[in-house]
């Protein structure tokens, strides 16, 4: 089965700080690749996929994510985090085949002003 | 401690019958959420529930679909007179409390429903 990780459960940076959160997935077949957020009191958004061409994908708000096909792995960054991108982050990927998806169990960010 | 629990796994429907998708929160979770995912997007909120309340159903279609979540068993969402657009992936999540609040999100591993 499919499994999505995410190594860091709670990471905190001051504000205007760069931000990688780590995402890694077991599958080795073609995966389309998505990071959610959910910000406090909200539901969840989506802030960008993966699908196919260049691996560098630009999202919302600043973020974007790289797919290291032979790392399996899609990163989330951001150069400069600010205040309102206190929120919980959750890496997802779905196989092409078979339409399964599989969420990781999430980030908490917090940034400190 | 089992996650957080959908069934079926796969819904085949055809035209026009009516599709239950269930879901069981993990123990201890009082708050459920119900998001669709289309092909080829993203998730997309519909529903979220607490115990016998509906508290937030502003992602809802506003014909043929309904959600409960009873004092005793799972939650279920409901799609009457099913079409082809039904066609999608539906995830349940649930949470202690309201979640974003300081509480996770816990994903069941979703429902595929096939409208034929």
């Known amino acids: 089965a499919q499994s999505v990780s995410q190594h860091n459960h709670h990471v905190i940076l001051s504000e205007a700080a760069s931000l990688e959160l780590g995402c890694n997935y077991s599958?080795?077949?073609?995966?389309?690749l998505f990071w959610y957020v959910q910000y406090p009191g909200q539901h969840l958004q989506l802030l960008l996929k993966y699908f196919s061409g260049d691996p560098l994908v630009k999202g919302i708000k600043g973020f974007e994510a790289e797919f290291i096909k032979s790392k399996f792995s899609f990163n989330l960054r951001k150069p400069s985090v600010q205040w309102s991108d206190t929120a919980e982050y959750f890496c997802?990927?779905?196989?092409?085949?078979?339409?399964?998806?599989?969420f990781g169990t999430g980030t908490s960010l917090t940034v400190i002003p | 401690n089992a996650g957080v629990m959908q069934n079926p796994r796969h819904l085949v429907r055809r035209r026009g019958q009516e599709a239950r998708l269930r879901c069981s929160p993990m123990k201890g979770h009082s708050h459920v959420y119900w998001y669709r995912q289309l092909p080829e997007e993203g998730l997309k909120f519909m529903v979220y529930?607490?115990?016998?309340?509906?508290?937030?159903e502003s992602g809802m279609p506003k014909e043929r679909f309904s959600a409960e979540f009873p004092k005793e068993g799972p939650s279920i969402l409901r799609i009457q007179q099913v079409v082809r657009g039904d066609s999608a992936a539906y995830f349940c999540?649930?949470?202690?409390?309201?979640?974003?609040?300081?509480?996770?999100?816990?994903f069941g591993s979703g429902t595929q429903l096939s409208v034929l």
């Open positions: 999540a649930s949470s202690p409390m309201m979640a974003g609040a300081n509480e996770k999100l816990f």
């Open positions: 529930l607490q115990k016998e309340n509906i508290i937030d």
């Open positions: 599958y080795g077949g073609t995966v389309n």
């Open positions: 997802a990927v779905s196989q092409n085949t078979g339409n399964q998806f599989y």
